[in-house]
């Protein structure tokens, strides 16, 4: 990919909107928050039906108080109030009080009726809304995984592990509590209150304006909470990514911890960022604690008021008892979601951190990618070049390698040496392209790397990194990692790997489990299982990044006997091998000597001994000659 100027600081600009530095603009309620709204439009159908649900629930719950009322107005009537006055003096000749007429019975059974179709559709509701949360929930850390995985190695190097993983766990899970919770309460709320006004102001104009009037209150009351709390939830979130970043290194490093009696200070970091954490909840809580009474205060204010002046308007003749008794019900049907409205505000500015932080990551564009018109490498790796090969790191201020230029074809074995920090395993990583360089070009079969599919490429390339890394699984799993092969295949690629000698005497062989990263194997065997994982697709470049540091000289030789002697297989393999100790590339076709950055001497082993040079420096250092000669 050839990425033009102009595309670039765009680029940098979206690398460099870290999560934990994010604008400090004025918080808005429900800014980022609205970007879950496509994720849930994708399960329409579920959503509607939730919200058609809880309309039907909030029906039937409204509809026992408009019976009560309607109740109250019959035994209020002029005939309920004879039919009592004869039945009180038949009481004083008859033991027994008469039936109920039927429409007694009728206000019951409307009542039960109601209960029963609002759990109905209440249940319903929420079995839509919860099932369309967990599925957008999904969608969302899909996104943001897949994002993270398209990103070059370069964004990680700057990051904490543990805190894109916070991210991608509880901050998505924040997410889905919107989506449940947050947002069924906003429906229920909106139904709630636009059906109560309408039977209220059905009833009563003048009753239904004292009691909504006050609420209005409420709406200042809102944007103070929003624009003060939020900034502090946001802190919380990160805080929570600090501590989980902290505790991963703590634990995937527990050894180095114990070694160095380090306990009480990696304890301080934490208690460093969960006294930050405890802090900033302190003060959001403090905010909250404010925001929430002044709703109860705005509640007391509507109702003290509705039934002060409930007696004036029965007196004027404009709504009955019964209707009154309707009304009052309904009224404190409807504090319940003026209260419920400060949690959710709460919870929507908590959802509001949390959205950030995973949009965040799911906007993160990568800066190596396929360039348009790249396509698919069909044929076999058979030479790689580099022309005038210049590159620095992101966070460098220097070149890591200067106009470096170097050819390796079919079969080819080309070695390279270097003190540390020369740039050899930067060689590698651009042959991979986990970077890429500023100026010159990166051939592959005399075409520049760009023009080939990043996926296809490295599907090519069996790659062996310094530290190798295995995944918690089975020596199976990793071998055959990402891959479908048989086992017949593996135990090949393992054999070649010279791993086979240790896996016999394992209780299960090349099922026994390796540990989290490996823990459970030697340096030297979880080199040799990356190493199988590399040669099991028979690749046709092979890259080695200090792949034998682990190993001891004779298996090391063995497996050099394997690679370059005896496999037919990998006979038009090429193989780039980066060592500091030299006898695993005295073999190669063509060592090359690096200098910070710079190609200083290449040959053969034999030529570069006679040379005199760097590299029969370092090889007399390795082999113990200069040291006999000053003895």
Known sequence: MSTSEDVKPQISTSLSKDLSDLAEEKQVVGRKI?????????YWQRALGGILANAGARAFDLIPFIAIGMAADYYQSETFTNTTIESLVKLEQIPHIGPIDSVEIGFGLLILISFTFLAFFQGLSNQLWQSTAYKAQHDIRMDATHSLLNMEASYFESRQTGNLMSVLSSDVAQLEDIISDASTSMIRIAITFSTAFVIMFWMSSKLALILFAPLVIIIPMVVWFSTRVQRKYRKQRESTGGIVAILENVLTGITVVQ?????????????????????????????????????????????????????WVMESGEITVGQFVTFLLISTRMSMPMFILGMLLNQLQKGEAASKRVFAIIDLEPSIYDSEGAVPLEDRISSISFENVKFAYPSSDSNTLNEISFSVSSGGFLGVMGHTGAGKSTILKLVERFYEPQSGKVLVNGRDINEFKIESLRSRIGFVSQDPFLFFGSIRENVSYARDHSEKEILAALEAAGSLDFISQLPDGIDTMVGDRGVMLS???????????????????LILDEASASLDAETELRIQESLFDSSNDGKDRITIAVAHRLATIRKADEIIAMVDGAIVERGTHDQLIRNGNVYSSQWSI????????VG
Do not use: C, H
């Open 34 to 42: 609205w970007r879950i709204v496509p994720y849930v439009a994708r």
């Open 622 to 629: 390795q082999t113990g000659e200069l040291e006999t000669e």
């Open 523 to 541: 340096g030297g065997q979880r080199a040799r299982i990356s190493l199988a994982r590399a040669l099991l697709d028979d690749p046709d470049l």
């Open 259 to 311: 070694a160095y009696n380090a306990k009480k200070f990696e304890g301080s970091r934490i208690e460093g960022q969960s006294g930050e954490y405890r802090d900033m909840a302190i003060q959001a809580a403090f905010i909250r604690n404010r925001f929430i009474p002044g709703i109860y205060v705005v509640a007391g204010i509507s109702f003290g008021l509705l039934v002060s002046a409930g007696g």
